[in-house]
């Protein structure tokens, strides 16, 4: 650290921020994780939007995504219970973390017990703490939701109607007082999986647990991950203030003021994504072509010559419903608007 930033007080996050950097800009990834890429490109609520709110929609370029929430169990009473919508930074830590179970693992099934515990740690969020409580929460609004994802392609539209998760147990924590209802191992549906192992983008894990406790900066950063790679060299593409808050704006009356935090926000996006090349002035963002947070050589472990690119299907049918994890990963090849 130079002396400069010793003479700096930092908060702990900052202090996060500029260790991950570093270490980024010094070291290849031990850890990839990954995300659908309509999830990177079609965020879930930043805040609560209330329990009576049952439905969110999202659009940008080519990709649309709808969250009906859902209802689950009671174990106790035997009956159904609404559960609302996910919202903030842990959904988005949630879905990070079983999109990268199923593809390093190969499997639909994920044991959510024991690796969100680990993964938890892995983000520096306390395992006991309200922090694992709302992870788990979040885990269950999501478990219980019904998602529809559509990706424009070549004048037609690909829908995909599905729950992310297709099965899943729930309990009741011992403890009386925590009354949230999280299930232990889940299932992801083998629509979601199989268009999972078509789409998913490979993230940095330590980007992510740097930026874990901002859902902007989560947005921006799995936003950029799977866009700037696929802007032609030398040709930038310029995206306006109002097309930026449209698709990060929520819960801003003026895009002014989006603006400013938007802005603080990407510098912190930039910190934990090095080699992104994007700008910014009065009249927009003009974003530049870049190298991918994860090199086409470090997804080489998961079995595979891997290349960004459309996937190679499996040597097996019986295969293409359990492991995308064997298959190649591609970055989201697909079609972008300006905005």
């Not at 209802?181 to 330590?206: C, I, K, M, N």
Request: glycine residues 6%; positive net charge; aromatic residues 6%.
């Amino acid at each position: 650290m130079t002396k400069a930033r010793e003479h700096l007080t930092l908060t702990r996050r900052q202090e996060k921020l500029i260790e991950a950097s570093d270490v980024i800009r010094s070291d290849p990834p031990e850890r990839i994780d990954f995300l659908h890429t309509v999830q990177c490109q079609c965020g879930i609520p930043y805040k609560n939007p209330g329990e009576g709110v049952r439905e969110w929609d999202r659009k940008q370029g080519g990709a649309v995504l709808r969250i009906e929430a859902g209802a689950a169990i009671d174990p106790r009473s035997g009956e159904f219970v609404k559960l609302g919508l996910p919202y903030g930074e842990k959904p988005r830590l949630v879905l990070i973390h079983l999109a990268s179970e199923a593809v390093r693992n190969g499997s639909a099934v994920v044991d959510v017990e024991d690796s969100m515990t680990a993964f938890a740690k892995s983000l520096g969020v306390e395992p006991n703490g309200q922090q694992l409580k709302a992870l788990k929460d979040q885990l269950a609004r999501l478990a219980a939701s019904t998602v529809r994802m559509g990706i424009m392609e070549e004048g037609r539209a690909v829908q995909v109607n599905t729950q992310i998760v297709s099965a899943f147990d729930l309990w009741f924590p011992k403890q009386p007082d925590q009354r949230v209802l999280w299930p232990s191992t889940v299932r992801l549906s083998q629509e979601y999986f199989q268009s999972l192992g078509r789409h998913a983008v490979p993230l940095d894990h330590r980007a992510v647990a740097a930026l874990a406790s901002s859902s902007m900066a989560l947005d921006a950063y799995v936003w950029l991950a799977q866009r700037l790679h696929r802007v032609p060299p030398g040709k930038p593409q310029f995206i306006t203030w109002a097309a930026a808050y449209e698709q990060f704006g929520q819960g801003f009356a003026r895009v002014r003021d989006f603006r400013r935090q938007f802005l603080h926000t990407l510098a912190q996006v930039k910190n934990a994504y090095p080699s992104s090349r994007i700008d910014a002035n009065e009249q927009g963002l003009t974003l530049e072509h870049s190298p991918p947070p994860i090199p086409p050589r470090h997804v080489a472990f998961l079995g595979a010559n891997t290349k960004h690119g459309k996937l190679v299907a499996p040597p097996r049918a019986a295969d293409a419903a359990d492991s995308p994890g064997r298959e190649m990963i591609e970055t989201a090849a697909v079609p972008e608007s300006t905005s």
